[in-house]
């Protein structure tokens, strides 16, 4: 009998934060051995509990969750993420340009079904958040990644994104703050990808799930305020900024230009109807989240727990030879740099597996990102800070060794 084969479309679909690598890790601890995971974000793993108002909204509601809700979400939740499309300063939002989803995932993953066809493309951070490049593939899309710029704090480099742009080019994707590099994006970066996307009449696409956890009194600019004629599709949710990733409850508001997307509207409309609705409990959390004590806010200031570890983190891994690392303004996570003339890796997750075997420590390598050089790894400071000193200093000391074996010491 013929095998059953997966769909073609999942041909360059990845997703290498829960890769080859993690179903590795996870033989490892069946097999006993306990591993150090620095592989995603996720808050509850490492002591990082939701706001306990949040999770007594969502027990004191359950009796009225059972059955289904609207389509784009229950009343509650939309009315308060238009309260703070307001505060953000976006314009001309209504409820009906407000869809709650089951996380931002979910939402991506509608947004590009909904706008693409074969042939069409989407500019796509290098590196990316993954499910972007996965999103775009799965709709039949075609990615297209523009370059950010290391030396010049991990922002877009913008001749490269103009220079990518062709006929078939649909939206830009931004990310920001930035997953994984931890940057933020001032407002004339900003300004000039809404001009580009003027120019060319591009849907902008902004991820900006990390909008709250900013570190040295960083603020943070919407994209969709600089602008009330870009069409513009903003993604956030409660998974980081409240630590609640088990609660899926995210959203996409539309705003700018909407006459000129009504057949694209209706789209999204058709697609949200089919999944129903999103889950009802996490949606009770949407408005007491964002109404509520922004605890957020303590975690990220001089002093708080998340400070405290990026801050640690960083000096920890930068005191590595060979490693560098732009210090994130933003997000949980940090993208340093092996020096290729000290690591000269051609195998990346090959040496974030080697890595993982030898120390019981898990990262992603930088190619997951979709990053086209085997020469960064994300790493997640999400630990308390005993911990990390552990984790970095596995590390440290497995690099060492690397650099032995290869004669780079």
Same mark, same amino acid.
């Given at each position: 009998?013929?095998?059953?084969?997966?769909?073609?479309?999942?041909?360059? !679909?990845?997703?290498?934060?829960?890769?080859?690598?993690? +179903?590795?890790?996870?033989?490892?601890?069946?097999?006993?051995?306990?591993?150090?995971?620095?592989? $995603?974000?996720?808050?509850?793993?490492?002591?990082?509990?939701?706001?306990?108002? $949040? *999770? *007594?909204?969502?027990?004191?509601?359950?009796?009225?969750?059972?059955?289904?809700?609207?389509? =784009?979400?229950?009343?509650?939740?939309?009315?308060?993420?238009?309260?703070?499309?307001?505060?953000?300063?976006?314009?001309?939002?209504?409820? @009906?340009?407000?869809?709650?989803?089951?996380?931002?995932?979910?939402?991506?993953?509608?947004?590009?079904?909904?706008?693409? #066809?074969?042939?069409?493309?989407?500019? /796509?951070?290098?590196?990316?958040?993954?499910?972007?490049?996965?999103? !775009?593939?799965?709709?039949?899309?075609?990615?297209?990644?523009?370059?950010? #710029?290391?030396?010049?704090?991990?922002?877009?480099?913008?001749?490269?994104?103009?220079? =990518?742009?062709?006929?078939?080019?649909?939206?830009?994707?931004?990310?920001?703050?930035?997953?994984?590099?931890?940057?933020?994006?001032?407002? +004339? &970066?900003?300004?000039?990808?809404?001009?580009?996307?003027?120019?060319?009449?591009?849907?902008?696409?902004?991820?900006? /799930?990390?909008?709250? !956890?900013?570190?040295? #009194?960083?603020?943070?600019?919407?994209?969709?305020?600089?602008?009330?004629? !870009?069409?513009?599709?903003?993604?956030?949710?409660?998974?980081?900024?409240?630590?609640?990733?088990?609660? %899926?409850?995210?959203?996409?508001?539309?705003?700018?230009?909407?006459?000129?997307? &009504?057949?694209?509207?209706?789209?999204?409309?058709?697609?949200?109807?089919?999944?129903?609705?999103?889950?009802?409990?996490?949606?009770?959390?949407? *408005?007491? +989240?964002?109404?509520?004590?922004?605890?957020?806010?303590?975690? /990220?200031?001089?002093?708080?727990?998340?400070?405290?570890?990026?801050?640690?983190?960083?000096?920890?891994?930068?005191?590595?030879?060979?490693?560098?690392?732009?210090?994130?303004?933003?997000?949980?996570?940090?993208?340093?740099?092996?020096?290729?003339?000290?690591?000269? $890796?051609?195998?990346?997750?090959?040496?974030?597996?080697?890595?993982?075997?030898? @120390? =019981?420590?898990?990262?992603? *390598?930088?190619?997951?990102?979709?990053?086209?050089?085997?020469?960064?790894? %994300?790493?997640?400071?999400?630990?308390?800070?005993?911990?990390?000193?552990?984790?970095?200093?596995?590390? +440290?000391?497995?690099?060492?060794?690397?650099?032995?074996?290869?004669? &780079?010491?």
């Amino acid at each position: 009998m013929q095998p059953i084969r997966k769909s073609k479309k999942l041909d360059n !679909v990845c997703y290498d934060i829960r890769g080859p690598v993690l +179903a590795r890790a996870k033989q490892m601890e069946e097999d006993g051995q306990k591993i150090i995971k620095l592989n $995603i974000g996720n808050l509850a793993a490492f002591g990082f509990d939701a706001p306990e108002e $949040i *999770q *007594q909204d969502m027990i004191r509601n359950l009796p009225n969750s059972a059955g289904y809700s609207d389509s =784009k979400g229950i009343f509650a939740a939309r009315k308060a993420i238009m309260h703070y499309t307001q505060e953000k300063k976006i314009k001309g939002v209504t409820l @009906e340009d407000i869809y709650v989803g089951n996380g931002v995932s979910e939402l991506i993953v509608m947004a590009m079904n909904a706008l693409l #066809d074969a042939g069409d493309e989407v500019l /796509v951070p290098a590196p990316d958040y993954p499910l972007w490049t996965a999103a !775009v593939s799965l709709s039949g899309g075609t990615p297209i990644h523009y370059l950010c #710029d290391e030396a010049n704090d991990w922002l877009p480099d913008l001749d490269d994104m103009r220079a =990518k742009i062709t006929p078939n080019t649909k939206a830009i994707v931004i990310i920001n703050p930035n997953n994984p590099t931890g940057a933020l994006y001032p407002d +004339a &970066t900003l300004q000039a990808i809404v001009a580009m996307a003027r120019e060319h009449g591009l849907i902008v696409c902004a991820d900006e /799930v990390y909008d709250k !956890v900013l570190y040295d #009194d960083a603020v943070h600019t919407s994209i969709a305020s600089l602008s009330e004629d !870009v069409l513009t599709l903003t993604f956030n949710g409660l998974s980081k900024n409240y630590r609640s990733c088990g609660y %899926r409850a995210g959203w996409l508001v539309v705003s700018g230009d909407k006459r000129r997307a &009504t057949d694209y509207i209706e789209g999204l409309n058709m697609l949200a109807s089919m999944r129903l609705c999103a889950n009802v409990p996490g949606q009770w959390a949407i *408005q007491t +989240a964002l109404g509520g004590y922004q605890s957020i806010d303590d975690l /990220v200031a001089e002093g708080g727990r998340m400070r405290r570890q990026r801050d640690l983190a960083h000096e920890l891994i930068s005191a590595i030879p060979g490693v560098s690392c732009v210090k994130p303004k933003a997000t949980l996570y940090m993208f340093p740099r092996l020096d290729p003339a000290v690591y000269p $890796i051609t195998d990346d997750q090959e040496f974030i597996s080697e890595l993982l075997q030898e @120390e =019981k420590v898990l990262l992603v *390598q930088g190619t997951g990102f979709n990053w086209p050089h085997p020469d960064h790894f %994300r790493l997640v400071f999400l630990p308390h800070e005993d911990d990390l000193r552990e984790a970095i200093g596995r590390v +440290a000391r497995f690099l060492e060794g690397y650099r032995r074996r290869h004669g &780079t010491a």
